[in-house]
């Protein structure tokens, strides 16, 4: 039997709508066949998810904080840095924060790094500019931005 990655797991679970009675049991665990469709892998079992994210229950609708506007771009912007990151062996990792600043500052993408560097790594605002990024580093933010500000 395969092993299913507990992250990918997680990830289709960040897509369960709290408000589709579908994708939730009668006592609010995450419905499985919601959880094998959004995983897109029928070998998926309660274990597996109880495992993957064991305190996983329904939202309830009183108890809901809006989420910003922003969070499913900069998930998926997270994701897409990820996977090239993965493919490329990018060092440094972008966060929400960096998110919501690629979608609030709507900058060029120098400035966006100009902007990170100062929160992230200050003693290197001088030493590393944006024209002295190799290409592969500049497309790497470029993806970022892009998927961040949708």
Do not use: C
């Not at 395969?2 to 679970?13: G, H, N, V, W």
């Not at 029928?42 to 989420?67: C, I, Y």
């Not at 897409?80 to 993408?109: I, M, Q, Y």
């Amino acid at each position: 039997m395969k092993s299913i990655d507990p992250s990918s797991i997680r990830d289709a679970l960040d897509k369960l709508d709290a408000t589709n009675d579908g994708h939730w049991t009668a006592d609010g665990k995450p419905a499985m066949k919601a959880v094998e469709e959004l995983l897109g892998d029928t070998s998926v079992t309660r274990a597996d998810v109880d495992k993957a994210a064991p305190d996983l229950r329904r939202p309830s609708e009183q108890h809901q904080e809006p989420a910003p506007a922003n969070t499913s771009n900069a998930k998926l912007a997270r994701r897409a840095v990820a996977a090239v990151d993965e493919f490329l062996g990018g060092a440094d990792r972008f966060t929400l924060e960096d998110a919501e600043l690629a979608a609030s500052d709507g900058g060029s993408p120098a400035e966006f790094y100009a902007n990170w560097l100062k929160r992230n790594r200050p003693s290197d605002v001088h030493k590393r500019p944006y024209h002295m990024l190799s290409a592969v580093e500049k497309a790497r933010i470029g993806v970022f931005l892009a998927v961040a500000r949708g």
